[in-house]
């Protein structure tokens, strides 16, 4: 019987990764929600790719993952395998690409990503539907609890009643 560990590394291999650029997968929430409206926004491309050389310290081989990923949009079916992979990644404990508490991070960075614009880098109001449905996605996938997202805490308060003055 094949071991947890094989079968991670046969799934990985489906997906075109190595061992050499299993961290790529890092980026693949980010590329996710960034491909959710339907195209790539050039400031959430230098956002991603800011973070890929700034926090993650990619190989070359693995940054030519994710600018394909870039260029054209992984498939769902392919993001879901590939969360599942990172996830199976964090939880294994013989992997040492990721750890699981880096998870809840990338889901961080994933709704600042969705949230960021031309214009501000920071506008929660500028959240897609596909953008929200992406990340509720990709956190579920990754078995992380994010509560609500600022553009549904900011949406619910613009719809409150003000107090009334009895």
């Known amino acids: 019987m094949p071991s947890k560990t094989t079968d991670l590394n046969a799934t990985l291999a489906g997906l075109g990764l190595t061992k050499t650029t299993y ?13 959710a409206d339907g195209h ?3 400031v959430e491309r230098d956002l991603i790719l800011r973070f890929a050389k700034r926090s993650l310290h990619l190989t070359a081989e693995t940054m030519k993952v994710i600018e394909g ?8 079916e392919y993001v879901q ?22 998870l809840p991070d990338l889901v961080v ?5 969705a949230a960021a614009t031309a214009e501000t ?9 596909e953008e929200e449905a992406a990340l509720a996605e990709i956190a579920r996938l990754l078995q992380v609890d994010t509560g609500s ?3 549904n805490v900011l949406d619910a308060v613009r719809t409150m009643r003000p107090p009334s003055d009895t």
Request: overall charge negative; hydrophobic content about 50%.
């Open 109 to 113: 960075h994933a709704e600042a990503l």
């Open 81 to 102: 395998k590939g969360l599942a992979g990172l996830l199976g990644i964090a939880l294994d404990e013989t992997m040492l690409e990721v750890d699981v508490s880096e």
């Open 40 to 42: 790539v926004q050039n």
């Open 23 to 35: 961290r790529a997968l890092m980026l693949l929430p980010l590329v996710y929600v960034a491909w």
């Open 69 to 76: 990923w870039l260029e054209t949009a992984p498939s769902t």
């Open 121 to 129: 880098l920071h506008d929660p109001s500028s959240v897609t539907p």
């Open 149 to 151: 997202s600022w553009k």
